[in-house]
Each structure stands twice: as structure tokens, then as C-alpha cells.
């Protein structure tokens, strides 16, 4: 299991596959390859297809999740924090 210290965000683990350290950008990208799993787990390809569909057509993160996934944004995050120990 992934364990992530402090409280992940998507922007926060953006900010991590970008990070120069070879060692924080691949804990971005195994948190990164984590996240679209639990999505793929809560709704599969149709669910990850439709929210790729929002943000192609412009919608927001923040817009699209709740669309898609019934949850804010907001609220999805915390149950990552929650299930990676952050």
C-alpha cells in the first residue's frame, strides 16, 4: 500500500511527477497510477471516459468529478487521504 505523508491533492501530486528529485517524481507518478485505478474502480472505462469527455470539453476538475462520480471533488480527495495515510 501506498503510504503518503501530509494531505494530497491533485495539485499537490501534480506538483510531485514535475518535482526534479527522480525519488518525489516517482512517488507522484505511483500516487498518479493509484488515483485513476480507484477511479477505474468506482465507475470503469465508461466512468473515466466520461470524465475525460467533461475536461476535454472544458469543464473543470472540480465541475466534472461530481458529474461523473457523484462526490465533489473535495470529497473524493479526502477519501484518498484517508485510504493513502495522509
Do not use: F, K, N
Not at 518535482?19 to 497510477?33: F, K, N, S, T
Amino acid at each position: 500500500m501506498l503510504r503518503v505523508p501530509g494531505s494530497p491533492t491533485l495539485a499537490g501530486i501534480e506538483a510531485l511527477v514535475t518535482d526534479a528529485d527522480a525519488l518525489r517524481a516517482r512517488a507522484g507518478y505511483d500516487i498518479a497510477h493509484w488515483i485513476v485505478r480507484d477511479l477505474l474502480d468506482r465507475d470503469g472505462l465508461a466512468g473515466m471516459r466520461a470524465l475525460l469527455a467533461r475536461l476535454g470539453a472544458g469543464d473543470t476538475l472540480a465541475d466534472a468529478m461530481p458529474r461523473v462520480y457523484g462526490l465533489r471533488l473535495a470529497e473524493i480527495e479526502s477519501q484518498w487521504r484517508r485510504l493513502l495515510g495522509g
